[in-house]
């Protein structure tokens, strides 16, 4: 949890509007089926990212993994099957 909100206030610090799922959870504003199914995490999203472009904003899902090891294909998976969920443009693992 403290890696996830270090690169959340990573990305503040950039000047993004960043939030953990913890976060979006109390403020409930994760997507709806989320919501509902209460305990079953958030299908791998630590992090949301807004990005201003010209015609809108783009949705960022971020997947945090504090290993000394390396990150296994399971973590791209669940980040890449989040897109759709959250209505993302792009996902990232950050390790």
Known sequence: RDFEDYICA???KLGYEAYTTTEL???RAL???IMAQRGIGEQGVDVLVK???EDGVKVVVVQC???SS??????????????????A???VVIS
């Not at 390396?70 to 209505?87: H, R």
């Open 10 to 12: 990573l990305y503040r």
């Open 25 to 27: 959870r109390e403020m």
């Open 31 to 33: 997507p709806p089926v």
């Open 51 to 53: 990005v201003p472009q």
């Open 65 to 67: 993994k504090h290993y």
């Open 70 to 87: 390396p990150v296994g294909n399971k973590a791209v998976q669940e980040i890449v099957s989040a897109i759709s969920m959250y209505n």
């Open 89 to 91: 443009h792009q996902a």
